[in-house]
T-cell receptor, first 113, second 113 residues
Framework: DGGITQSPKYLFRKEGQNVTLSCEQN?????MYWYRQDPGQGLRLIYY???????QKGDIAEGYSVSREKKESFPLTVTSAQKNPTAFYLC????????????FGQGTRLTVV | QKEVEQNSGPLSVPEGAIASLNCTYS??????FFWYRQYSGKSPELIMF????GDKEDGRFTAQLNKASQYVSLLIRDSQPSDSATYLC?????????????FGKGTLLTVNP
């Protein structure tokens, strides 16, 4: 089945530890995105990528890092520099171009204690 | 000024009524506009998108775009309790050679039986 897979669904980490969230897609999409969602809030863009080995900072990139070594994969690392990392993280992908919809993975709920 | 703004609601309508959801955006260069629905704890799913001025209809849903006013709306006719969700407006903008997809905070809609 084609789609976007995020893993794990739930993740618990101790404060001060780096953690990497996985995002894999088999839709052959060029563009991939990472968003953060806090309770009662919309989606805030962390990083996005249009092609392999290239990515851009979104609106809240501080404390996060990404890589795009393969077209199918766009992992997000939440570093210890992120002051308030507990949130719901969503990965999306789309074809490049304007009139192309983004498809979302099921999300990873990260809790830092 | 926030890039994409929506009334946070909550918006409450009776079953069978028309629900009207509004969104404004700040970048006149924005090229395409999306409406997503998100149930609590789930990932967003696309309802429809629009990129030309005017109306676009899909079943009970109508999207309206007015680029001069930088305004996009979603009408839901014959609202059903199952339409109760958060509705997210998203805007795709070309910045350099990359497309950025920015979301509003969402409007919580409740349809009362």
């Amino acid at each position: 089945d084609g789609g976007i897979t995020q893993s794990p669904k739930y993740l618990f980490r101790k404060e001060g530890q780096n953690v990497t969230l996985s995002c894999e897609q088999n839709l052959n999409h060029d563009a991939m995105y990472w968003y953060r969602q806090d309770p009662g809030q919309g989606l805030r863009l962390i990083y996005y990528s249009q092609i392999v080995n290239d990515f851009q900072k979104g609106d809240i990139a501080e404390g996060y890092s990404v890589s795009r070594e393969k077209k199918e994969s766009f992992p997000l690392t939440v570093t210890s520099a992120q002051k308030n990392p507990t949130a719901f993280y969503l990965c999306a992908s789309s074809w490049t171009g304007t009139n192309t919809e983004a498809f979302f993975g099921q999300g990873t709920r990260l809790t830092v204690v | 000024q926030k890039e994409v703004e929506q009334n946070s609601g909550p918006l409450s309508v009776p079953e069978g009524a028309i629900a009207s959801l509004n969104c404004t955006y700040s970048d006149r260069g924005s090229q395409s506009f999306f409406w997503y629905r998100q149930y609590s704890g789930k990932s967003p799913e696309l309802i429809m998108f629009i990129y030309s001025n005017g109306d676009k209809e899909d079943g009970r849903f109508t999207a309206q775009l007015n680029k001069a006013s930088q305004y996009v709306s979603l009408l839901i006719r014959d609202s059903q309790p199952s339409d109760s969700a958060t509705y997210l407006c998203a805007v795709k903008t070309l910045g350099g050679s990359n497309y950025k997809l920015t979301f509003g905070k969402g409007t919580l809609l409740t349809v009362n039986p």
